[in-house]
């Protein structure tokens, strides 16, 4: 089993910038392909951003293009997204997932594709 913790949300403005971190634990995730899921109260879990195992693959939602980064470091069994220039639509319940096959597609923005999931870290920018 894998555990994830996700860490790093918070109330900021917009316009301003977050990192968050998902720390793996129970098993090393360096052969794991990773992602990045937001929920908004009342809407569905949507995508945000995947990568490969070796992290040379990435996607990213299209409207988010440009302004979140996915990351990670297999030493530190950790996957990050880098968000800049905060929205208020940004707001939302950010969660960190896993799998254990260890590429990304176009198909890895379906939730239904992924192993395992964090409990969430709550974003909210403010106007």
């Known amino acids: 089993q894998v555990q994830l913790v996700e860490s790093g949300g918070g109330l900021v403005q917009a316009g301003d910038s977050l990192r968050l971190s998902c720390a793996a634990s129970g098993r090393f995730i360096s052969s794991y392909a990773g992602g990045w899921f937001r929920q908004a109260p009342g809407k569905e879990r949507e995508f945000v951003a995947s990568i490969s195992s070796t992290g040379d693959t990435t996607y990213c939602a299209e409207s988010l293009k440009g302004r979140f980064t996915i990351s990670r470091n297999n030493a530190k069994n950790t996957l990050y997204l880098q968000m800049n220039n905060l929205r208020p639509e940004d707001t939302a319940v950010y969660y960190c997932?896993?799998?254990?096959?260890?590429?990304?597609?176009?198909?890895?923005?379906?939730?239904?594709?992924?192993?395992?999931w964090g409990q969430g870290t709550q974003v909210t920018v403010s106007s």
């Open positions: 997932t896993v799998k254990t096959d260890g590429r990304v597609t176009t198909t890895s923005s379906f939730t239904s594709t992924w192993s395992y």
